[in-house]
């Protein structure tokens, strides 16, 4: 089964959305763990900085405290110079007591050479050594000697051992300087001493001084490459500069985990939202796939729906028109009449059936057709309401039901809002055609109690209102009933009748007036029935055109004439043609004139010796179609005449394209044509009409010599009527013939 158009474009499935975002999720976590990681240098060079000045001004403040302690001895002995040995000792360790960091304390004596030394243990080398043992020594010593200011040498190699420091603190200055108070840093073991443990594990602490001389304590433990801090150390006018170079343990103890921490974080979240939008991709698609199958569920229901709609509606209605149709209808009725009869109240079935709508059908051609029966049906519906249903059980036929009447009156007002309908003409393609109906009308409970006795009573009603002229409505009563019944035994007999050869064709003959002579003959049927004895035609044509049975008779009436016509050749009567009639109904057969055909060839008969007589309404109903089997019939030699000329619609415009032989004036117009004026005008203009038309020119139903006269007045060229001869069987014609009695002064009784 189809499905709906309406389909969505499939979710792609694809991987490169995850793959995006879980990169973009990368970056920012590689960003933000770079921001991080230059944080933490930041604050690494920042937690170095601070070490490096803490440990600085650590050294400055033991440094100073320690050379003002050396000023502060030579300050004393400056004032104090008388100074024993033993004075000495005990000053200079009570100063090494507090100033541990002091390798050695020394008294030099203004020749620049150490007095006393002080502990001995360890210094005996530098014991009378010349500490101005160079240039650069001596000016320095001697600038101090003569400024007073404390003179520190660079880092250098101890007399003693290791690298150190000697700080000397001039006693005087001046005339008055008298050697100098020194110390002697060991600067390894003041760094050590100095310095923390914490320092001394974490950092390699190098002091170095302008000369590039270097002393560096280094620990144990891996350092951060390239990674150091230096600092000048502000102590009196020493160029020394302190440097810091962390190890890793102190570095990565600082270092902080967030940016680890932060990337670790961003690539979970990106992950964890990558595997989201890939199940939500998959949910999606699979959602897609849900509602694709749903949306292809709901269009295959919706159409088996439609269909199933579609079939319930064509169960039920009529597709032109789409009004219940005669089922839908019959069960709505039935179900109606159950209530009508516990209510005790009446119900109409009104059965309405179009005038001459076949021929406008015709004329208009059936999709024209089909358009007047929607605008009748419009209309129509424009009645309807919760107590009147209408139907199009199909054809030209609708029928309403009118609920909850107490009587026949009751209907009439809806029977004229019905007319009503009608009384406008319809626009069929910018042609205005004027319509009437018939209605057949039953009630419930007097013309039956189910639906379907109800549906055959108005229908019986409608056939007699029919009959009695259209364009009016007829309420059923119980004597159609038995109308109704006898027409249906017609029905069933005419069937029998033909298979048991009941029919008998009489002949009526027809004087020509030039010749005053009969030349032809009018073939009329009657039917020996054998209960009701010799019927005439207008017992039984009627019904026989109704049940289509007339196409069955008028063969037979074609074939018996031309036998007949065989059985005359050779003999007196081989001049004599039969005019037989047809009913317009007869020509709608395509097989009609292949018959006709046959007849002649299989009688081997002349065909001019065959007439067809049809009425006006030929002229009205298909046309088109009634012309071409004229046509045909008219080539094949057989004779054409219009019966009843004047009764129906009288054009004579017609006669001009249709291929007539012969105008047969009705009787209606002879009847009084030798006393009425008008009549005898008409009868006068039909002849003169028809002859400049090269027709020739019958009158139908003479019975007095006046009629007969007067037409030959006005040269009428046949007469048919009674006063020539009644219609009589064959044997009785051929006798009258042979006796000459068809002569105007000679009739037979
Ligand atoms: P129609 O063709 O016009 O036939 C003439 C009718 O007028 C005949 O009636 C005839 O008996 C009657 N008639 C003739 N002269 C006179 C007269 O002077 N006075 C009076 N009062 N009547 C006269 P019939 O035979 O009863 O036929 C009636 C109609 O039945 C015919 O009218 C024709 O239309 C139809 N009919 C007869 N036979 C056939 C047939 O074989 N096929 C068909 N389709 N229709 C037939
Ligand atoms: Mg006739
Ligand atoms: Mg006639």
């Given at each position: 089964m189809a499905r709906t158009e309406t389909q969505r474009p499939a979710w792609p499935l694809s991987l490169w959305l995850p793959i995006c975002v879980m990169l973009v999720f990368f970056c920012l976590g590689a960003l933000l763990w770079v921001a991080a990681r230059n944080h933490d240098q930041e604050q690494l060079k920042l937690a170095l900085q601070v070490e490096t000045a803490n440990v600085a001004q650590q050294l400055e403040d033991d440094f100073r405290t320690h050379i003002q302690a050396l000023i502060r001895m030579a300050d004393r002995r400056a004032i104090d110079p008388s100074i024993t040995p033993a004075q000495w000792k005990a000053d200079a360790e009570n100063y090494r007591k507090h100033f541990p960091y002091y390798q050695a304390l020394e008294w030099i004596g203004p020749d620049m050479h150490i007095r006393w030394v002080n502990p001995i243990a360890g210094n005996e080398a530098v014991q009378n050594y010349?500490?101005?043992?160079?240039?650069?020594?001596?000016?320095?010593?001697?600038?101090?000697?003569?400024?007073?200011?404390?003179?520190?040498?660079?880092?250098?190699?101890?007399?003693?051992?290791?690298?150190?420091?000697?700080?000397?603190?001039?006693?005087?200055?001046?005339?008055?300087?008298?050697?100098?108070?020194?110390?002697?840093?060991?600067?390894?073991?003041?760094?050590?001493?100095?310095?923390?443990?914490?320092?001394?594990?974490?950092?390699?602490?190098?002091?170095?001084?302008?000369?590039?001389?270097?002393?560096?304590?280094?620990?144990?433990?891996?350092?951060?490459?390239?990674?150091?801090?230096?600092?000048?150390?502000?102590?009196?006018?020493?160029?020394?500069?302190?440097?810091?170079?962390?190890?890793?343990?102190?570095?990565?103890?600082?270092?902080?985990?967030?940016?680890?921490?932060?990337?670790?974080?961003?690539?979970?979240?990106?992950?964890?939202?990558?595997?989201?939008?890939?199940?939500?991709?998959?949910?999606?698609?699979?959602?897609?796939?849900?509602?694709?199958?749903?949306?292809?569920?709901?269009?295959?229901?919706?159409?088996?729906?439609?269909?199933?709609?579609?079939?319930?509606?064509?169960?039920?209605f009529n597709p032109l028109t789409n009004l219940p149709n005669r089922r839908f209808f019959m069960e709505d009725l039935e179900s109606t009449l159950r209530q009508s009869e516990e209510n005790q109240r009446s119900l109409a079935l009104i059965l309405l059936d179009l005038d001459r709508f076949q021929t406008l059908n015709d004329t208009l051609g059936h999709l024209h057709g089909d358009t007047l029966l929607n605008a009748v049906a419009q209309r129509l519906q424009q009645l309807t309401s919760k107590r009147i249903s209408l139907a199009h059980p199909g054809a030209d036929e609708f029928m309403f039901y009118l609920r909850d009447i107490s009587g026949p009156e009751d209907i009439v007002p809806l029977v004229s809002r019905i007319r009503g309908c009608f009384e406008l003409p319809f626009d069929i393609q910018g042609i205005q055609h004027k319509v009437t109906a018939t209605l057949g009308i039953s009630l419930f409970p007097e013309s039956g109690h189910d639906a379907n006795t109800l549906l055959r009573n108005a229908d019986i009603a409608l056939y007699r209102a029919k009959e009695n002229g259209r364009n009016n409505y007829q309420f059923f009563t119980s004597d159609m009933h038995q109308r109704a019944l006898q027409h249906l035994e017609l029905t069933k007999s005419l069937h029998r009748a033909l298979s048991q050869d009941e029919f008998v064709l009489f002949m009526q003959p027809q004087l020509d007036l030039h010749e005053n002579r009969v030349d032809s003959v009018e073939a009329l049927i009657r039917w020996h029935h054998p209960e009701r004895g010799l019927l005439p035609p207008s017992?039984?044509?009627?019904?026989?055109?109704?049940?289509?049975?007339?196409?069955?008779?008028?063969?037979?009436?074609?074939?018996?004439?031309?036998?007949?016509?065989?059985?005359?050749?050779?003999?007196?009567?081989?001049?004599?043609?039969?005019?037989?009639?047809?009913?317009?109904?007869?020509?709608?057969?395509?097989?009609?004139?292949?018959?006709?055909?046959?007849?002649?060839?299989?009688?081997?008969?002349?065909?001019?010796?065959?007439?067809?007589?049809?009425?006006?309404?030929?002229?009205?109903?298909?046309?088109?179609?009634?012309?071409?089997?004229?046509?045909?019939?008219?080539?094949?030699?057989?004779?054409?005449?219009?019966?009843?000329?004047?009764?129906?619609?009288?054009?004579?415009?017609?006669?001009?394209?249709?291929?007539?032989?012969?105008?047969?004036?009705?009787?209606?117009?002879?009847?009084?044509?030798?006393?009425?004026?008008?009549?005898?005008?008409?009868?006068?203009?039909?002849?003169?009409?028809?002859?400049?038309?090269?027709?020739?020119?019958?009158?139908?139903?003479?019975?007095?010599?006046?009629?007969?006269?007067?037409?030959?007045?006005?040269?009428?060229?046949?007469?048919?009527?009674?006063?020539?001869?009644?219609?009589?069987?064959?044997?009785?014609?051929?006798?009258?013939?042979?006796?000459?009695?068809?002569?105007?002064?000679?009739?037979?009784?």
């Open positions: 010349n500490v101005a043992f160079n240039t650069t020594r001596r000016h320095a010593l001697e600038r101090a000697a003569a400024t007073g200011k404390v003179d520190i040498t660079p880092i250098l190699t101890l007399r003693q051992g290791g690298t150190g420091a000697v700080v000397y603190a001039p006693i005087g200055k001046g005339e008055h300087f008298n050697g100098f108070i020194a110390g002697v840093f060991h600067l390894q073991n003041l760094l050590q001493g100095l310095l923390s443990d914490e320092v001394l594990r974490n950092f390699a602490v190098t002091v170095s001084d302008g000369d590039g001389k270097t002393l560096s304590l280094t620990p144990n433990t891996p350092l951060v490459a390239g990674f150091t801090r230096s600092q000048a150390l502000r102590i009196f006018d020493l160029n020394w500069t302190l440097t810091l170079e962390p190890s890793h343990r102190w570095a990565n103890a600082r270092r902080s985990e967030w940016s680890n921490f932060v990337l670790l974080a961003i690539l979970l979240c990106g992950i964890l939202i990558t595997g989201l939008l890939v199940l939500a991709q998959a949910a999606m698609r699979r959602k897609q796939i849900l509602q694709e199958t749903q949306d292809a569920l709901k269009a295959e229901i919706d159409q088996r729906e439609m269909v199933q709609s579609d079939l319930e509606r064509a169960a039920n017992e039984f044509i009627p019904v026989a055109e109704e049940t289509g049975m007339i196409t069955e008779i008028g063969r037979w009436v074609i074939r018996k004439a031309c036998e007949q016509i065989a059985r005359w050749q050779g003999g007196p009567f081989s001049h004599l043609r039969i005019a037989v009639n047809l009913s317009g109904r007869e020509l709608e057969s395509p097989e009609l004139v292949d018959f006709i055909e046959n007849s002649l060839l299989s009688n081997g008969i002349n065909a001019a010796n065959l007439e067809i007589e049809l009425t006006e309404e030929i002229f009205i109903d298909n046309i088109t179609h009634n012309l071409e089997q004229l046509v045909r019939v008219s080539r094949l030699g057989v004779q054409l005449a219009i019966d009843d000329f004047g009764v129906g619609y009288s054009s004579l415009a017609y006669l001009r394209n249709f291929p007539v032989n012969l105008l047969k004036i009705d009787r209606s117009f002879v009847e009084h044509v030798d006393t009425r004026q008008d009549d005898a005008m008409i009868v006068r203009a039909v002849i003169n009409l028809a002859h400049n038309l090269g027709v020739r020119v019958a009158a139908e139903g003479i019975e007095t010599e006046s009629q007969l006269a007067f037409l030959r007045a006005h040269h009428c060229d046949v007469a048919q009527g009674y006063l020539i001869s009644k219609p009589v069987p064959v044997d009785k014609l051929e006798t009258a013939l042979l006796e000459q009695r068809y002569s105007t002064d000679n009739t037979p009784s």
